[in-house]
């Protein structure tokens, strides 16, 4: 009966709470669903059964908040230069925001498009962002661009073997070599890529990457708080 799932934002949980008649049928609910059922509109977790706090998912699913970010002018369309600017607000410098806006846009540009015709500008259609899902993947995003939280936890129940809340460099590089499809190659590079960037930009002083932080990288609002963050830094310049 539970199958009616789909967020839990505090309105479904309400009905939620209605719906399944008491506590007890509700933790029953949430338990059972929540690792099950692909979540169109959150990214949940364990520690996180609703999803980011404050994170408003504008009706979009997962995967198009995840890029959203680089949507600056909040248009639905990425161009190569918002996806600069988009790295640059987080910090990085221009030669890597360079070549990240290259990869992404060239690589993830046509499959968004609604014509068969190539478009110069290197446009990237948020709306249709799941059509870039590649191989060799970790499949959290489904192809809907859903989040399927069972996969999420099974990267940290078969990867994080130093710390349950954390993987390592190390532990990384064996998941995406453990996820590698056959004759992929394209796949490989932009999984390599997509992983090896999320150990830069979230690493802790150990040089472990949190469980939260790929959790907000899935979802977008990890960007946010890193743009958040060389905000601040810039204000304090000042100060
Ligand atoms: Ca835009």
Not at 31 to 47: F, G, H, T
Not at 131 to 139: C, E, F, P, Q
């Amino acid at each position: 009966m539970c199958d009616v799932i789909v967020d839990h934002n505090l309105f479904q949980l309400i009905n939620l709470c209605v719906y399944c008649e008491s506590k007890l049928k509700l933790l029953w609910c949430l338990s059972l669903n929540q690792k099950d059922i692909p979540r169109a509109l959150v990214a949940v977790d364990d520690e996180y059964p609703l999803g980011t706090p404050d994170h408003d998912h504008k009706g979009m699913t997962v995967l198009q908040q995840h890029v959203a970010f680089f949507d600056r002018n909040h248009d639905g369309v990425i161009y190569p230069w918002e996806t600069y600017a988009g790295f640059r607000a987080m910090g990085f410098n221009p030669l890597v925001s360079f070549l990240s806006m290259l990869f992404i846009n060239i690589s993830f540009s046509y499959a968004t498009l609604e014509s068969w015709i190539p478009d110069p500008l290197l446009p990237i259609y948020i709306k249709n962002i799941h059509r870039t899902k590649h191989g060799s993947d970790s499949d959290v995003y489904d192809t809907e661009g859903r989040f399927t939280p069972w996969r999420f936890e099974e990267i940290f129940s078969k990867y994080a073997r130093t710390h349950p809340q954390y993987v390592t460099y190390d532990e990384l590089l064996e998941m995406t070599e453990a996820m590698r499809d056959a004759f992929d190659v394209f796949g490989w590079i932009a999984n390599k890529l997509e992983w090896g960037f999320t150990y830069w930009i979230a690493k802790n002083e150990k040089g472990m990457v949190p469980k939260e932080a790929i959790r907000g990288v899935y979802d977008g609002s990890f960007f946010e708080v890193l743009e958040k963050q060389q905000s601040e830094k810039k204000y304090k310049k000042y100060e």
